[in-house]
């Protein structure tokens, strides 16, 4: 099955600083990249994803990217906030299949 | 429109017992999806259900076992409990193959 790996497992940045997160997979076949955030205590919520036939998505502060070459995917965000403090999780899956594969997660912490 | 809906909300077992835990799905989404969330182990794929027939499962032993209904409710059911299910059980479902959308989950504490 699939295998999704994610780096870095925790990430600290200052307010106003960029981060990013990135992540592999194994399985040639998958063409669905979303990412959740998870707020402590909450569920995780789709917070942007990607498509196989698209490199490159942004949503305001928010951008993925995807290298189908190397199987690898990236999240940006930008002008980090406070509120931004949250586990990320990167997850891939196929098309007509609902086999969704997470990565193990990464802990933004922004310092105000 | 109600979200994923999750019940019970957190539960306390013993060893040895067995436990059954009920998600409804938005009305309209025929996929249904387990996870178990640990602290160290990130999210991990139990099984997912389509239209009553589990169509994929992941690497946990016989004890986890699911199934769905007609109305797309789904409920998951571990037997012979173990310290190590303790667990945040988190089920999600979707409307197409795109696009979780997560209940709140059931915290089992197994003591």
């Known amino acids: 099955g699939e295998n999704v790996e994610q780096h870095p497992s925790t990430l600290s940045v200052q307010e106003g600083d960029s981060a990013v997160i990135k992540c592999t997979y194994s399985d040639s076949a998958s063409n669905y990249f979303p990412w959740y955030k998870q707020e402590l205590g909450k569920r995780p919520q789709l917070i942007i994803d990607?498509?196989?036939?698209?490199g490159e998505k942004k949503d305001q502060r928010i951008a993925v990217t995807l290298n189908k070459t190397a199987k690898h995917f990236s999240l940006h965000i930008t002008e980090t906030q406070p509120e931004d403090s949250a586990v990320y999780f990167c997850a891939a899956s196929k098309r007509n299949n609902n086999d969704m594969r997470f990565g193990a997660g990464t802990r933004l912490t922004v310092k105000p | 429109k109600a979200g994923v809906t999750q019940t019970p909300r957190y539960l306390i077992k013993t060893r040895g017992q067995q436990v059954t835990l009920s998600c409804s799905p938005i009305s309209g989404h025929r996929s249904v999806s387990w996870y178990q969330q640990t602290p160290g182990q990130g999210l991990q794929f139990l099984f997912e259900?389509?239209?009553?027939?589990?169509?994929n499962k992941g690497n946990f032993p016989g004890r986890f076992s699911g199934r769905q209904f007609s109305n797309s409710r789904s409920e998951m059911n571990v037997s012979t409990l173990e310290l190590g299910d303790s667990a945040l059980y988190l089920c999600?479902?979707?409307?197409?193959?795109?696009?979780?959308?997560f209940g709140s989950g059931t915290r089992l504490t197994v003591v």
């Open positions: 259900y389509f239209s009553e027939t589990q169509r």
């Open positions: 990607i498509r196989s036939n698209v």
């Open positions: 999600a479902s979707s409307s197409t193959n795109y696009g979780y959308t």
